[in-house]
C-alpha cells in the first residue's frame, strides 16, 4: 500500500519565523542589546503581582466565564466611559481574550467571509494578514508614506468597493509611532458611512500616547463605534506581555458574532490574572493614568542620547517604538542592516519593511524603548560610535 503524502499543503504558504523571533533568537546569538522585540526588560507593578497570587491562594483555579470575569468586563467599562465618554455594557460588548491577537483574529474570523475584501494600512502590525487569509479575504493595503505616515483618504475612497467588508487601523500605530486625531476618525466615517463596513480598531497602545489631545479611540465617534470592534491589551498597559490577556469591545451583535470564534478558539481566559487586573484597573487607575509621562521619559533619553549619532529620529507621538534613519550610515537594505546591527553593533533592531507587502525602500528602523535606562544608555552608546 502506498503511504499518502503527509506533508498538508500550507493554508499561508509565505509565513515563517516571524522576523521578531529571528531578531531575537540573533540577539541572544551576538549577545546584543536587544530593542527589537517589543517587551518591557523590567516587570509589572508589585501590586498586580500580588494580586495574582492572591488570586491563586484564594482557590481562582478553574475555568473564567467564557466572556471574562465581571468585575473585569465591569472595571473596564468603567474606564472606557472615564475615558472615551461611552460606557459599554459589560455583559454585552465586552470580551475578555488571550491577549489583544486573540481578539484580533477572533474579530476577522467572525466578520470576513470568503471573497470579502479587507483595507489596512501598511506599514502594519503581522498578525492581521494571516487572519485575512484564514478567513478566506482579500487584503488591499494602502501604502503610508514616511516620514509622517498620514492615511492618503482619496486613495482610501478609491480602494473601496461593493465588496469591502473591514477596515484595520492601529492607533497609537505599531511600527510608524505615529497617532490618529478626531479628525481621521471623521474622514473615516465620512468614508464608509453609507455602506456595511465594519471597523477593526487595534488600540493596544492606547495608554502610551504622547499627543497632546490625548488618545483619539474609535469608541469616542458616536457613529463609528456602532460598527467598531476595539482592541486593547493588558500586556502592554502593565509590562506583562507574557500574561497573553487582552480584550475587545464591541456593539452586543457583533460582540455575539466574535464570542462564536473566542468561544472555540481558548473558550476562557486565566481566572487569577483576569481577578488581579480587574483589582489593579479598580485600586491603581494612576498606572495608566501616568503611563504617557512614565514612557515619554524613556522616549526622550533615548532621543536625546541619539541625536549625537549619525541615525536620525523620527518624531514619535506613541506606542514605545522609535523609529531611526540610518541613510546616513549605510546603503544596506534595512533587513541586512539590521542583521549588520546586530552582528557588528551588537544592537538588535525591527527593519520597516517587514511590515509591508510592497516594497519598501527607505532606511528605517525600529527601536524599542521599554527598556530600563541603562539599557537604552548603553545602546545609544554603542549605536553612538557606527
Ligand atoms: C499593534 C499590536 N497589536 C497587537 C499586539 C498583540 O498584543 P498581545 O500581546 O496582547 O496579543 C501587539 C503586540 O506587539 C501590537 O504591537
Known amino acids: 500500500m502506498t503511504q499518502p503524502n503527509l506533508i498538508p499543503a500550507s493554508k499561508l504558504p509565505a509565513l515563517g519565523t516571524t522576523i521578531f523571533t529571528q531578531m531575537s533568537a540573533l540577539a541572544a546569538r551576538h549577545n546584543a542589546i536587544n530593542l527589537s522585540q517589543g517587551f518591557p526588560d523590567f516587570s509589572g507593578p508589585d501590586y498586580l ?5 492572591y488570586h491563586v491562594s484564594q482557590g481562582a483555579n478553574q475555568y473564567a466565564p467564557m466572556t471574562g470575569v465581571l468585575p473585569l468586563r465591569e472595571a473596564i467599562a468603567d474606564k472606557t466611559a472615564a475615558l472615551y465618554d461611552y460606557r459599554p455594557d459589560p455583559e454585552h460588548d465586552i470580551t475578555v481574550t488571550a491577549g489583544a491577537t486573540e481578539a484580533l483574529y477572533a474579530a476577522i474570523t467572525a466578520l470576513v467571509r470568503p471573497g470579502d475584501e479587507v483595507i489596512c494600512f501598511d506599514p502594519s502590525y503581522d498578525s492581521y494578514a494571516p487572519a485575512v487569509t484564514l478567513a478566506g479575504g482579500v487584503l488591499k493595503r494602502l501604502a503610508l508614506q514616511p516620514p509622517a505616515f498620514r492615511p492618503d483618504w482619496q ?67 458616536a457613529g463609528l463605534r456602532q460598527r467598531a470592534v476595539a482592541v486593547s491589551s493588558f500586556g502592554k498597559t502593565f509590562h506583562m ?33 483576569q481577578l488581579a487586573l480587574a483589582d ?76 509591508c507587502a510592497d516594497p519598501f525602500p527607505h532606511r528605517l528602523i525600529r527601536l524599542c524603548f521599554a527598556k530600563q535606562e541603562a539599557t537604552l544608555d548603553a545602546a545609544a552608546e554603542r549605536l553612538c560610535q557606527l
Open 280 to 355: 489593579m484597573l479598580r485600586t491603581r487607575p494612576e498606572h495608566y493614568q501616568q503611563l504617557p509621562a512614565f514612557y515619554r521619559a524613556r522616549r526622550d533619553r533615548l532621543t536625546q542620547a541619539l541625536a549625537a549619532s549619525r541615525f536620525k529620529v523620527l518624531p514619535c507621538t506613541g506606542t514605545y517604538f522609535l523609529l531611526a534613519d540610518y541613510s546616513a550610515l549605510s546603503d544596506r537594505d534595512d533587513v541586512s542592516f539590521c542583521e549588520w546591527l546586530t552582528r557588528e553593533a551588537g544592537v538588535a533592531a525591527i527593519p520597516l519593511s517587514v511590515f
Open 241 to 273: 506581555t507574557g500574561w497573553k490577556v487582552g480584550y475587545c469591545i464591541a456593539p452586543a451583535a457583533l460582540s455575539a458574532e466574535i464570542r462564536k470564534v473566542h468561544q472555540y478558539l481558548t473558550f476562557s481566559v486565566n481566572t487569577p490574572a
Open 155 to 221: 486613495a482610501f475612497r478609491q480602494q473601496l468597493s461593493a465588496k469591502t467588508r473591514l477596515v484595520i487601523i492601529n492607533t497609537p500605530h505599531n511600527p510608524t509611532a505615529t497617532v490618529w486625531s478626531d479628525s481621521d476618525f471623521t474622514a473615516l466615517w465620512q468614508a464608509i458611512a453609507a455602506q456595511e463596513i465594519y471597523v477593526l480598531s487595534d488600540e493596544v497602545y492606547e495608554h502610551i500616547c504622547f499627543a497632546e489631545q490625548g488618545h483619539a479611540s474609535v469608541l469616542a465617534h
Open 49 to 53: 503581582q500580588a494580586r495574582l497570587a
